[in-house]
T-cell receptor, first 116, second 109 residues
């Protein structure tokens, strides 16, 4: 069964702290993504990666960075957390080609981050 | 630019049929997805349309009209467990999906 695992379901951090959100997939997918989900705004793409050490900005990259040192792992980093980064963060992965449904994303359970 | 619109909320009764609409304006089109998301859980794949027409999968069907930039998700024989958020997403030719804001469906007894 395909699996995307996010390291923490719930985190509480203080303003200014550095925050790491980890995501691991066991499907050998090339593509990995970080979205945030907020009420009334839906899912918005922060960063994505097509391959190891590759990264591309999504729609809202400001205040975030990412790291992809291994194919199965994609990390989201908040260098200095702020209260407006309180959100649900969803990691997803997809293969380069996906047969019947190219582009289909496989999501992790999400990490709910609260910044105080 | 990318614009995907779907209703914010819908309500329906157990056993009924509900249609959730999605309109889109995107710079490219490589397919349209519907995902279901229960509260506190990850979105899960429901359907994919890339050609015009209706795709049926059990109680769920999805329709696409590329010329109109329009899709709908049809849920039949509604059950309480169908209460969830339904996300419309467009694959615009890169590997990324652009999502609408989601439609919260509430099924009442």
């Amino acid at each position: 069964d395909v699996k995307v695992t996010q390291s923490s379901r719930y985190l509480v951090k203080r303003t200014g702290e550095k925050v790491f959100l980890e995501c691991v997939q066991d499907m050998d997918h090339e593509n990995m993504f970080w979205y945030r989900q907020d009420p009334g705004l839906g899912l918005r793409l922060i960063y994505f990666s097509y391959d190891v050490k590759m990264k591309e900005k999504g729609d809202i990259p400001e205040g975030y960075s990412v790291s992809r040192e291994k194919k199965e792992r994609f990390s989201l980093i908040l260098e200095s957390a702020s209260t407006n980064q309180t959100s649900m963060y969803l990691c997803a992965s997809s293969p380069h080609s996906s047969g019947r449904s190219p582009g289909e994303l496989f999501f992790g359970e999400g990490s709910r981050l609260t910044v105080l | 630019g990318q614009n995907i619109d779907q209703p914010t909320e819908m309500t329906a009764t157990e056993g009924a049929i509900v249609q959730i609409n999605c309109t889109y304006q995107t710079s490219g089109f490589n397919g349209l997805f519907w995902y279901q998301q229960h509260a506190g859980e990850a979105p899960t794949f429901l359907s994919y349309n890339v050609l015009d027409g209706l795709e049926e999968k059990g109680r769920f069907s999805s329709f696409l009209s590329r010329s109109k930039g329009y899709s709908y998700l049809l849920l039949k024989e509604l059950q309480m467990k169908d209460s969830a958020s339904y996300l419309c997403a467009v694959h615009s030719g890169y590997s990324t999906l652009t999502f609408g804001k989601g439609t919260m469906l509430l099924v009442s007894p």
